[in-house]
């Protein structure tokens, strides 16, 4: 169901105000908002063509060597079905499992994110 609706409503544009309440609301999620940068940095772009997503377990893995928490997959699902309601991210089906990476809308987002200093420009440069 929701390859059927992000086909159909692919180029459908976020007006300002529903770009301001995603926004608010991944900001509100410490999880979501470190996923975020995740699939942002596991994304392929022109710049980086040689990456493929990022699966769940490498999500759970890296964030809980990186910041040393008890990151469940709970919490992890939770985050991820955030960024999957307004079609911020997707899946493809590759041999270790679903591999997440961003939309369009996804990109406009993080853009905007990095615009107002809420998103670094790499969560892998931090440290």
């Known amino acids: ?4 609706l992000r086909e159909k409503y692919e180029s ?3 007006s300002d105000v529903q770009m301001q309440l995603i926004i608010d609301i991944v900001k509100e999620s410490k999880d979501a908002l470190k996923i975020l940068e995740l ?3 596991s994304t392929k772009t022109k710049n ?3 990456v493929n997503g990022i699966t769940k377990g490498d999500i759970i893995s890296y964030l809980r060597k990186e910041y040393k ?4 997959k709970h919490a992890c699902n939770n985050a991820i079905n955030l960024l999957n309601g307004p079609g911020l991210i997707y899946f493809k089906e ?3 499992g679903k591999a997440y ?3 369009i809308r996804g990109a406009e987002l993080v853009i905007k994110m990095r ?3 809420i998103l670094g420009r790499s969560i892998k440069d931090e440290n």
């Open 39 to 41: 699939i942002t940095d």
């Open 48 to 50: 980086n063509p040689n």
């Open 115 to 117: 615009k107002m200093g």
């Open 12 to 14: 459908v544009k976020y």
């Open 94 to 96: 590759n041999l270790r």
């Open 101 to 103: 990476q961003l939309t």
């Open 1 to 4: 169901m929701n390859y059927i």
């Open 69 to 72: 928490e008890d990151f469940s």
